[in-house]
């Protein structure tokens, strides 16, 4: 099982609270190696009023979290049962786990964010081993050369006719190996 990314449905306007308590939940019950990260989707936006330059922060999907975890029954229980959460989004309801996010979905919100899918920190240095799962050099694995964050793309090497060359993929067409 590995680590995919989920949308919960909360009641509107306690997204912040939803994350709150799914975190202390997280913390207090031990369950770190099951759920990663909850995020609530907001960007920055710039709003003049009177001539006057203010900048505010205004959700993306008001009503809705999302969770990064490893779907097993101990996880899917604890979000489905913090106080707030109505459930999750892409689950057929009658016990049926949801349907996680597809990479470019998760990529495209959360680098609007300026955050990654990945744990840049952990997951992603020079000289890691990727393997490649979308594009032209799919499922070839390398090494990586080159970050760029701001534009979410990374230089791997790959070995291609024995030689080994420079290839730049965005960050939703790789996975760590």
């Given at each position: 099982?590995?680590?995919?990314?989920y949308?919960?449905?909360?009641?509107?306007?306690?997204?912040?609270k939803?994350?709150?308590?799914?975190e202390?939940?997280?913390?207090?019950?031990?369950?770190?190696?099951?759920?990663?990260r909850?995020?609530?989707?907001?960007?920055?936006?710039?709003?003049?009023?009177?001539?006057?330059?203010?900048?505010?922060?205004?959700?993306?999907?008001?009503?809705?979290?999302?969770?990064?975890?490893?779907?097993?029954?101990?996880?899917?229980?604890?979000?489905?049962?913090?106080?707030?959460?109505?459930?999750?989004?892409?689950?057929?309801?009658?016990?049926?786990?949801?349907i996680?996010?597809?990479?470019?979905?998760?990529?495209?919100?959360?680098?609007?964010?300026?955050?990654?899918?990945?744990?840049?920190?952990?997951?992603?240095?020079?000289?890691?081993?990727?393997?490649?799962?979308?594009?032209?050099?799919?499922?070839?694995?390398g090494?990586?050369?080159?970050?760029?964050?701001?534009?979410?793309?990374?230089?791997?090497?790959?070995?291609?006719?024995?030689?080994?060359?420079?290839?730049e993929?965005?960050?939703?067409?790789?996975?760590?190996?």
């Open positions: 099982m590995k680590k995919e990314w949308v919960v449905s909360t009641v509107s306007g306690h997204e912040y939803v994350k709150e308590k799914l202390n939940r997280i913390n207090s019950m031990d369950l770190g190696q099951n759920i990663f909850v995020i609530v989707p907001e960007q920055k936006e710039i709003e003049y009023k009177d001539g006057v330059k203010k900048e505010k922060v205004k959700k993306m999907f008001p009503g809705y979290v999302l969770v990064e975890m490893i779907m097993s029954d101990e996880a899917w229980f604890i979000v489905r049962n913090t106080q707030g959460v109505t459930g999750f989004i892409g689950s057929s309801g009658k016990g049926a786990k949801p996680p996010l597809l990479p470019q979905e998760v990529d495209r919100v959360l680098g609007s964010m300026g955050m990654s899918r990945m744990d840049i920190n952990k997951d992603i240095k020079q000289g890691s081993k990727v393997k490649i799962v979308d594009g032209p050099f799919k499922d070839m694995v090494k990586i050369a080159n970050i760029d964050l701001k534009q979410q793309k990374l230089n791997v090497l790959i070995d291609l006719f024995g030689q080994e060359t420079s290839v993929v965005e960050l939703s067409q790789i996975e760590v190996m």
